[in-house]
């Protein structure tokens, strides 16, 4: 039985809307799914109400931050949260805040295309997103695609939207440590996703996440669609000796990527530990 601790919806960049995305992990047979929007708890209610009997569903989140990256500069990071406090001030105030801040950026990248003659327009595009979601590159991707300028979200990334092409503007992010603290204090568990995704841009080493670890930093998700099995390797061993939790993950985005829903799993007992240290809210079980 397969346990997908990381998949977004239509709550961020993701394509399924929360009880679409329910329904496509009961589809694809998962025991357990977390729903892991960016910078939002805005789809949970709608993904517990749609529980299918028998599945399990572990709210959370993925929290942009900026971390140090152990060479002297700093990078982003992902931070996933699980099972926290909603209604917590801290998280309420920061997921806000970076809501906020996003969409701001998303308005400045689409701006600077449109002066370049690209047939997107702001207004338009922001004002599509539903209330409380988070705005992201890919809706502005989804929006090229649509304007026939890209035939698919990759290569409007791999043309425009990427970190180092033209039109990039960067968010402002969480510090890591303060967001661990954060999750921690709202009662949840804390899992750095997607740690060594090189191909994202550049990442964290070895001893900064020790540093996390040493902060209170709950796991690593080891398997994981950006991941070679070299990369797997390097990060479980780093697991086991800084006595971290392991996890495995899709990053189910829908039609925005061609990951699919359980292409990567958790063991139960890591979902067990995850749900064993929780104190915001339980795992539901439809
Ligand atoms: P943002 O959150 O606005 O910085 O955009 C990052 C999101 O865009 C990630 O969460 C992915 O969903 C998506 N993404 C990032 N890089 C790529 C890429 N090269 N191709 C497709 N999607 C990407
Ligand atoms: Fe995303
Ligand atoms: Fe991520
Ligand atoms: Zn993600």
């Not at 995305?21 to 517990?48: K, N, Q, R």
């Not at 990071?77 to 805040?97: E, Q």
């Not at 308005?107 to 370049?116: S, W």
């Not at 669609?225 to 971290?244: I, M, Q, S, V």
Request: with cysteine; hydrophobic share 40%; charged share 25%.
């Amino acid at each position: 039985m397969r346990i997908d601790l990381h998949a977004h919806t239509t709550a961020s960049d993701g394509t399924d809307t929360p009880a679409g995305l329910v329904a496509a992990a009961a589809g694809a047979g998962l025991a357990a799914l977390a729903i892991t929007d960016h910078d939002t708890t805005a789809g949970w209610a709608e993904a517990a109400a749609a529980l299918p009997p028998g599945m399990r569903l572990i709210r959370g989140a993925e929290l942009s931050c900026t971390s140090p990256d152990g060479r002297g500069g700093r990078c982003d990071v992902h931070l996933l949260g699980y099972l926290f406090d909603p209604d917590a001030d801290a998280v309420v105030s920061a997921y806000a805040r970076q809501r906020a801040e996003r969409r701001e950026r998303l308005r400045r990248i689409a701006e600077r295309m449109a002066a370049d003659g690209f047939p997107v327009d702001a207004d338009t595009l922001l004002g599509s997103l539903p209330p409380d979601s988070t705005a992201g590159r890919p809706h502005l991707a989804m929006a090229l695609v649509r304007a026939g300028v890209a035939s698919t979200v990759d290569e409007a990334f791999a043309r425009f939207l990427n970190d180092r092409g033209r039109y990039y503007v960067p968010s402002s992010r969480t510090p890591v440590l303060e967001a661990i603290g954060m999750v921690r204090a709202a009662g949840g568990v804390t899992v750095l996703a997607h740690a060594f995704a090189h191909r994202r841009g550049p990442t964290v080493t070895g001893s900064v996440i020790a540093e996390l670890a040493s902060a209170g930093l709950d796991g690593l998700e080891v398997d994981h669609p950006d991941h070679d099995d070299e990369t797997r390797a390097k990060l479980r061993g780093l697991a086991g000796e800084l006595g971290l939790l392991t996890t495995g993950a899709s990053d189910y985005h829908g039609t925005n990527k061609t990951v699919y829903l359980g292409q990567e799993s958790t063991a139960p007992e890591m979902l067990d530990a995850i749900a064993d240290r929780a104190s915001g809210v339980e795992v539901l079980t439809g």
